[in-house]
T-cell receptor, first 116, second 114 residues
């Protein structure tokens, strides 16, 4: 059974039209991450939540926002998608990030975002 | 600063061949952790192994084995008797004591042909 679930699998939006991607987890993990992965590239961390504590990466554009209303759910909001935001968006969880950096990540299958 | 280099962008082998995926890393931290993840066509990254910098013991798990050598800053991954289902992108990753996040290599696309 999938433990990190991302919906939808494919999302098409128009240039400049806000879009929200969702992620849920059944692992009860403290930490949730959003990664952006462009074709043939490594995943790039956008931000993560440790419980309700939001941690933004310095180079994450302001266009990207996130919400975590409860332990199980996390959302990625792209306020005004540009053509360069077309990518796979991966959600991941880990039990803890502060307790030990050797925590492995559990990934969802990703949402492939297309911007027309 | 952390850096992970996976020099092999793409590898193709025929089923049952052995294949080694190279990973070279850079870090100034004395305590760090190394990982391998597999990304099949379905998209999700799947954790394969984790190693800390104080444990240089090589590991074998079925057809998979890992060779960690601090002297050469390498953490190579070997698949023995490869199968078509091994076709995926494989990422090596590193996190050091001073870092806030994993640094991924650029990945190696492995194609196993029947």
């Amino acid at each position: 059974d999938a433990m990190v679930i991302q919906n939808p699998r494919y999302q098409v939006t128009q240039f400049g039209k806000p879009v929200t991607l969702s992620c849920s987890q059944t692992l009860n993990h403290n930490v949730m991450y959003w990664y952006q992965q462009k074709s043939s590239q490594a995943p790039k961390l956008l931000f993560h939540y440790y419980d309700k504590d939001f941690n933004n990466e310095a180079d994450t554009p302001d266009n990207f926002q996130s919400r975590r209303p409860n332990t199980s759910f996390c959302f990625l909001d792209i306020r005004s998608p540009g053509l360069g935001d077309a990518a796979m968006y991966l959600c991941a969880t880990s039990r803890d990030v502060r307790g030990g950096k050797d925590e492995k990540l559990f990934f969802g299958s990703g949402t492939q975002l297309s911007v027309l | 600063a952390q850096k992970v280099t996976q020099a092999q962008t793409e590898i193709s082998v025929v089923e049952k061949e052995d294949v080694t995926l190279d990973c070279v890393y850079e870090t100034r931290d004395t305590t760090y952790y190394l990982f391998w993840y597999k990304q099949p066509p379905s998209g999700e990254l799947v954790f394969l192994i984790r190693r800390n910098s104080f444990d240089e013991q090589n590991e074998i798990s079925g057809r998979y084995s890992w060779n960690f050598q601090k002297s050469t800053s390498s953490f190579n991954f070997t698949i023995t008797a490869s199968q078509v289902v091994d076709s995926a992108v494989y990422f090596c990753a590193l996190i050091g004591g001073s870092a806030r996040q994993l640094t991924f290599g650029s990945g190696t696309q492995l194609t196993v042909l029947p």
